[in-house]
């Protein structure tokens, strides 16, 4: 496992972190290749309990370098804050062990605010914004009118580029949204004092990488978010802004040269999702509140209660063939333990047609769940950490997955701490 690119299969929030965590050991460099501070990882080790957004997962690892890369949306006041509050756990955050690439953007105040403009201005049609600027960034970027990190040492040329870009901008804080315009002065105090915080870590990392490379060091690329969620493959307009798929990894790390050895895609042992947006699966009333409650479902960044319901297998296949993954991590097996029958949606109906195949994102809201029940096996797995010593019913509902989303389940975790795992 020479690169390695560890992503999610569905909506996200499938335990993508704490899968990080566990196999940055057999890894030299760690990469954020895409999103911003919009959605968490949670990660529980020696250190405690953390839910990173920035952060590359592998930051409690020593001798694990961690890079954001190029493809990031860069938040310096949300990065800063993470790291002070991963530092105060004990952990070194030194520009040794984190580098941040000078071309990666910068996302800055106003971004944010746009984004509350927009789905308040958007109302019962909001897409399910975390209001954190990804998608006002991500546009900017793609427009060319985003400030980029290496510029935070060319003071003068970055107040000049700063004042070109605020200058259009206001039009549309002013003229579409009524909004008070940015002032130049505000929001250069804000660089200062942020961007001067994270400017030690700044470097360019497209060399360290190259350079990495042909040392033969090991990559290990993390995403965020889910295929479902992918600008270009996902629930289309009810997605994240960048392309959170597994092909996009070395773009967006920073190495385009770089070859994936393997995708470790990430699914949950049921569904669940945060935000707007057709959900097929989904449960709702007591019955969706008792797994949520089960497996505290809510969401890292904002809190909010996830969408819950059985394992998607239409949705899951389509999320294997769209990442590539190589073989699979099954997270949460624990948590179905209290259920006398564990329900899967098999198939959907749509036209009444049954279908294996994921529809076109118009179409997404016609569908319905075929659902089937496997038998429970209604006792603590949690202490598991042999396949064998797994329930046969336990047993039989992983091997039921791997079967009908044709690819291998290599992991299965049963609980939130790095040692509660089972290697397949």
């Not at 060319?144 to 004042?163: C, D, N, R, S, Y």
């Not at 802004?241 to 597994?246: C, E, I, P, R, T």
Request: aromatic share 10%.
């Amino acid at each position: 496992m020479s690169n390695c690119a560890i992503v999610g299969i569905n909506w996200g929030d499938e335990g993508k972190g704490r899968m990080v965590d566990l196999v940055t050991q057999d890894y030299d460099v760690v990469i954020r290749y895409q999103g911003g501070s919009n959605a968490g990882h949670t990660v529980v080790n020696e250190y405690g309990k953390f839910g990173l957004h920035l952060l590359p997962s592998g930051i409690f690892r020593k001798g694990v370098v961690n890079i954001l890369g190029n493809g990031v949306a860069l938040d310096c006041e949300a990065l800063w804050q993470e790291m002070e509050n991963v530092m105060q756990a004990g952990v070194a955050i030194t520009p040794e062990n984190l580098k941040i690439s000078e071309r990666t953007p910068l996302l800055l105040p106003y971004h944010r605010d746009l984004d509350a403009l927009e789905e308040a201005r958007l109302k019962d049609k909001a897409y399910g914004s975390t209001k954190r600027g990804i998608a006002p960034f991500y546009s900017d970027k793609y427009q060319k009118k985003v400030l980029l990190a290496g510029e935070l040492f060319h003071p003068e040329k970055l107040k000049e580029h700063l004042a070109t870009i605020l200058q259009w901008k206001n039009l549309t804080v002013a003229n579409v949204y009524g909004a008070k315009p940015y002032a130049l002065e505000d929001m250069l105090a804000w660089l200062e004092e942020f961007g001067g915080k994270i400017k030690p870590f700044i470097c360019n990392t497209v060399t360290y990488l190259r350079d990495a490379q042909a040392a033969g060091k090991r990559f290990l690329f993390e995403a965020q978010l889910g295929a479902l969620r992918d600008l270009d493959f996902g629930i289309v307009p009810y997605t994240t802004s960048s392309n959170a798929v597994a092909a996009y990894a070395p773009v967006g790390a920073g190495c385009p040269s770089v070859r994936l050895d393997t995708v470790i895609g990430v699914v949950k042992a049921y569904s669940t999702c945060v935000g707007e947006g057709p959900f097929t699966c989904e449960w709702f009333g007591e019955e969706a509140e008792q797994l949520r409650q089960a497996g505290g479902e809510y969401g890292v960044s904002t809190g909010r209660p996830r969408r819950v319901g059985p394992i998607d297998l239409v949705a899951t296949r389509y999320g294997v063939e769209v990442q590539g993954a190589t073989t699979l991590a099954l997270t949460k097996l624990d948590i179905l333990s209290y259920m006398e029958k564990i329900p899967v949606c098999t198939h959907y109906r749509l036209d009444g047609q049954l279908t294996d195949e994921f529809p076109f994102p118009s179409a997404l809201d016609d569908a319905e769940p075929v659902v089937e029940y496997l038998d429970g096996w209604k006792t603590d797995i949690s202490g598991v950490r042999r396949w064998e010593d797994l329930p046969k019913a336990a047993q039989d509902y992983v091997l039921y997955i791997e079967k009908a989303v044709g690819c291998p389940i290599g992991y299965v975790s049963v609980g939130p701490e790095r040692d509660a795992i089972i290697l397949r």
